[in-house]
T-cell receptor, first 113, second 114 residues
Framework: DGGITQSPKYLFRKEGQNVTLSCEQN?????MYWYRQDPGQGLRLIYY???????QKGDIAEGYSVSREKKESFPLTVTSAQKNPTAFYLC????????????FGDGTRLSIL | GDSVTQMEGPVTLSEEAFLTINCTYT??????LFWYVQYPGEGLQLLLK?????DKGSNKGFEATYRKETTSFHLEKGSVQVSDSAVYFC?????????????FGRGTSLIVHP
């Protein structure tokens, strides 16, 4: 079955450490997205990519970085510059048409040690 | 820019009650409209969608009608179950300048008691 796989499900970060969250899709979608969700809050866009080797900042990109070397993969790195990284991170993808929904992974919960 | 406004939650209902979650939008283009559902600890799943005015999306007893004249897409269900307890997100998508960035509401938490 096609879908989006995020890993790991739970991740712990030490002070001063960079961590990378994985997102892989086998839906042949062009566009991929990273969102941050805090308790009781909606989704905030971190980065998005419409095509391989290109990506754009979203509303809260500071302290995060991404790459898009393959169509299937869009990893997110939470750097030590992100001072409040504890949150639920969601990856999504979609074909690039107005009437198609986003498909979401099951998320990664990141906590500080 | 585009925006989506949902009623604030939590919405608390007894089993078999009627559900309405209000959603209104503003968009510069002609958007498609979506409702997503999120269960605890999971990602969002598409619940239903509508792509043009007067379309009705439906799934699992939930319905929503695309009302262009009132810029609304309210979610309804005639008889809720405990298993419907989740967070519901209204969203729109419209292409603008070649970009495709869906816009989400803040989500409405639904709690259904037995």
């Amino acid at each position: 079955d096609g879908g989006i796989t995020q890993s790991p499900k739970y991740l712990f970060r030490k002070e001063g450490q960079n961590v990378t969250l994985s997102c892989e899709q086998n839906l042949n979608h062009d566009a991929m997205y990273w969102y941050r969700q805090d308790p009781g809050q909606g989704l905030r866009l971190i980065y998005y990519s419409q095509i391989v080797n290109d990506f754009q900042k979203g509303d809260i990109a500071e302290g995060y970085s991404v790459s898009r070397e393959k169509k299937e993969s869009f990893p997110l790195t939470v750097t030590s510059a992100q001072k409040n990284p504890t949150a639920f991170y969601l990856c999504a993808s979609t074909s690039y048409t107005r009437d198609q929904p986003q498909h979401f992974g099951d998320g990664t919960r990141l906590s500080i040690l | 820019g585009d925006s989506v406004t949902q009623m604030e939650g939590p919405v608390t209902l007894s089993e078999e009650a009627f559900l309405t979650i209000n959603c209104t939008y503003t968009a510069t283009g002609y958007p498609s409209l979506f409702w997503y559902v999120q269960y605890p600890g999971e990602g969002l799943q598409l619940l239903l969608k509508a792509t043009k005015a007067d379309d009705k999306g439906s799934n699992k007893g939930f319905e929503a009608t695309y009302r262009k004249e009132t810029t609304s897409f309210h979610l309804e269900k005639g008889s809720v179950q405990v298993s419907d307890s989740a967070v519901y997100f209204c969203a729109l998508s419209a292409t603008s300048g070649g970009s495709y960035i869906p816009t989400f509401g803040r989500g409405t938490s639904l709690i259904v008691h037995p």
